[in-house]
Nanobody, 119 residues
Framework: QVQLVESGGGLVQPGGSLRLSCAAS????????MRWYRQAPGKEREFVAR???????NHADSVQGRFTISGDVAKNTVYLQMNSLKPEDTAVYYC?????????????WGQGTLVTVSS
């Protein structure tokens, strides 16, 4: 069994910053890619950013220049630094990973952490 645990969400004023963390644990041989998604109230889940085992990163246009994904996929850890936050960034943020386990490849999701941007 593999688990992803996110932390770091909370309430922040517009223009503020937050740093989300995600750590994977369990029966993991390796992880290829870790990602952040978000789901705002009444909207579909959307891609935010990803980082590969080799350190390559991609960010959604909506967060480019404000959010930065980082971490060490080989050590099962990823972060999302969020700056210049806007009310429209309010959402539940989910960590996602492509995991190679002893039994089969898995796509694993965390439980989510709520980010609220409001004055």
């Amino acid at each position: 069994q593999v688990q992803l645990v996110e932390s770091g969400g909370g309430l922040v004023q517009p223009g503020g910053s937050l740093r989300l963390s995600c750590a994977a644990s369990g029966s993991i041989l390796s992880i290829n890619t870790m990602r952040w998604y978000r789901q705002a109230p009444g909207k579909e889940r959307e891609f935010v950013a990803r980082i590969t085992r080799g350190g390559n990163t991609n960010h959604a246009d909506s967060v480019q220049g404000r959010f930065t994904i980082s971490g060490d996929v080989a050590k099962n850890t990823v972060y999302l630094q969020m700056n210049s936050l806007k009310p429209e960034d309010t959402a539940v943020y989910y960590c996602n990973a492509d995991v190679v386990s002893p039994t089969a490849p898995l796509e694993v999701w965390g439980q989510g952490t709520l980010v609220t941007v409001s004055s």
